[in-house]
């Protein structure tokens, strides 16, 4: 018999690969959505979206222990049933740049509504990204408006921002390190952090939990990824210095900046810049947060300035390189803003394919090895899709590596030279060999130029 019950209020990455862990350890999870369509996939034991080891893991629990996991359309139902409910909804953002709170505004009052009903003290987590104040001073104010209950008395209220990678989420879900809760009370914390526990057991002991108030948890969240898109910018700065000037490649240099145990070299790959559903979104969003609070980042302006410039940045290599893209056959290796999922929430591919377009190129295919459903969703009839790295290349005049999946990893420079028309090459994520592609055909990479 499980333990524990929980209801996952929103069944995007965060929350279908959350629910399909919990399931997998025992715990019984109830998924909720208002999408019938995607509802039906994930009973029916299939992953709506391609998520590095995602389907694997609905594979066993379906086989094992179904009855652990099931996706429902009504939300009363999943919070009815359940201790805990945690809020993964999605926090898009608006034209203006700021977030979008009313997905968590809406399941906010539909968990009310059955809090109300409920005599048992209840958990609510928000594992959403949220600016700071929303948990407290939203989702906190909604439910209790909702349920005529009280958080801290009636009901428990967290906050635990998710710090999963896309592409990896499965591994960051069972292997993180660190729990961050946000407590409205002690009461609340203590039994989130009693979950965790029977959840994590022995990887507890090299993953710190930390215990705070809703906003700092709130903040925290927003603290980690600006600072990995400050990194990856940082980065990117340094590999147009490397362009400046011979003999300097960014890659050691940014290994060697890594070293420092200050620092570490995660995220100092210099590329075509970030994307994903997170990075844009949440730098926007506290930028946009600060400014309404009177405040102007400066730092988190030059970060986003910096990651768009790298699609014009990719594309001027290319011109210079082919002598002129206009009326060439151009083509993007890799479509998804990352290896090991299908997503194309702010890829830098769409911000190339934007900037080939503007320069009047409109001979584009594109390949990617996952991602080419979601590329049609987001993209559609602005490039021609290609069903392997072969026809993608075929008669190709110039290449331009985007999403470093292993797959490309493998390719040769007489692949190139057998499948194009000229071997252009640009390798935009440094994946491969500079001295081996540079003798054998024309090749360029960012944050490298001809040693002399």
């Known amino acids: 018999m499980y333990k524990y019950s929980v209801s996952i209020l929103g069944t995007g990455f965060i929350g279908l690969c959350s629910a399909a862990c919990f399931a997998n350890k025992d715990i019984k999870v109830l998924a909720s959505t208002h999408n019938k369509r995607k509802a039906a996939i994930i009973n029916d034991g299939k992953a709506p979206f391609f998520e590095a080891g995602l389907q694997e893991m609905i594979d066993d629990i379906k086989q094992n222990n179904p009855e652990l996991l099931q996706c429902l359309t009504d939300s009363v139902k999943a919070v009815l049933e359940t201790d805990i409910s945690m809020i993964t909804q999605g926090t898009p953002m ?12 809406s399941t906010a009052k539909e968990i009310g509504e059955v809090i109300k009903k409920k005599d048992k003290y209840h958990l609510v987590v928000v594992r959403s990204t949220v600016v700071p104040g929303t948990t407290r001073n939203l989702v906190g104010e909604i439910i209790s408006k909702a349920s005529g209950k009280e958080p801290g008395k009636d009901y428990g209220l ?72 400050t990194k990856i910018s940082y980065a990117n700065e340094f590999a147009n210095f490397a362009e400046l000037v011979p003999n ?133 009839d602005k490039i021609t899709y290609a069903g392997s790295t072969e026809e993608a290349l075929k008669d190709s005049e110039c290449a331009l590596l985007i999403t470093e999946w292993d797959e490309f990893r493998q390719l040769k420079p007489d692949d190139f030279k057998r499948l194009m028309r000229t071997p252009n090459l640009i390798d935009g994520r440094r994946i491969f060999d500079y001295n081996e592609f540079s003798k054998n055909i024309p090749f360029r990479a960012i944050g490298r130029i001809e040693l002399k």
């Open 94 to 105: 608006r034209e203006d740049k700021s977030i979008d709170l009313s997905f968590i505004e």
């Open 158 to 229: 967290c906050m635990q921002p998710e710090f999963l990678a896309e592409g990896r989420s499965i591994e960051d879900t069972l292997h993180p390190d660190r729990i961050i809760i946000g407590e409205f009370d002690e009461k609340s914390g203590a039994m989130l952090q009693e979950f965790y526990e029977y959840f994590y057991g022995d990887h507890l002991k090299n993953c710190p939990i930390l215990r705070m108030n809703l906003e700092s948890a709130e903040l925290v969240k927003y603290g980690n990824n600006c600072l990995l898109s």
């Open 248 to 380: 300097v490649d960014v890659v050691q240099v940014m290994k060697g900046v890594g070293l420092d145990y200050r620092i570490n070299p995660r995220f100092l790959g210099a590329g075509v810049g970030f994307g994903g559903a997170c990075f844009h979104k949440d730098v926007n969003a506290i930028k946009a947060w600060a400014k309404s609070k009177g405040y102007e980042s400066k730092l988190l302006e030059a970060v986003l300035d910096i990651n768009d410039d790298q699609a014009v940045h990719i594309v001027n290599i290319a011109e210079k390189l082919t002598g002129g893209l206009k009326g060439k056959k151009i083509t993007l290796l890799g479509l998804a803003f990352k290896p090991g999922t299908d997503d194309m929430r702010g890829a830098a591919s769409i911000r190339v394919i934007n900037e080939l377009l503007r320069r009047n190129v409109t001979n584009i295919v594109g390949y990617d090895p996952k991602g080419i459903k979601t590329a049609k969703i987001e993209l559609k």
